[in-house]
């Protein structure tokens, strides 16, 4: 049974730095392209962050270069996206997504920035 399960959102200040984690399982972890997705209300689901299955490349979206870092330990199973600096407007849901042979989702965390 494939499973992908996220962690470590909450509220924060902005400024202020949260760590997520996807942990995954039910599939073989180091031969997936991973990325970090977020949705706001009313907005539509757009790609943050993403991670080759080798390590090797990573791509940010505009908003979040140089705030956010993604990365993988494949001996884990286990995706993460470091996020410093945050602002309201990441204010969002953020999901993982495995992509290979097939693609799944997490079932999201909450992330919120607000003073």
């Known amino acids: 049974q494939v499973q992908l399960v996220e962690s470590g959102g909450g509220l924060v200040q902005p400024g202020g730095s949260l760590r997520l984690s996807c942990a995954a399982s039910?599939?073989?972890?180091?031969?997936?392209?991973m990325s970090w997705y977020r949705q706001a209300p009313g907005k539509e689901r757009e790609l943050v962050a993403t991670?080759?299955?080798?390590?090797?490349?990573?791509n940010y979206a505009d908003s979040v270069k140089g705030r956010f870092t993604i990365s993988r330990d494949n001996a884990k199973n286990t995706v993460y996206l470091q996020m410093n600096s945050l602002k309201p407007e990441d204010t969002a849901v953020y999901y993982c997504?495995?992509?290979?042979?097939?693609?799944?989702w997490g079932q999201g965390t909450q992330v919120t920035v607000s003073s």
């Open positions: 039910g599939f073989t972890f180091s031969r997936y392209r």
């Open positions: 991670i080759s299955s080798a390590v090797t490349n990573t």
């Open positions: 997504k495995a992509e290979g042979l097939a693609s799944y």
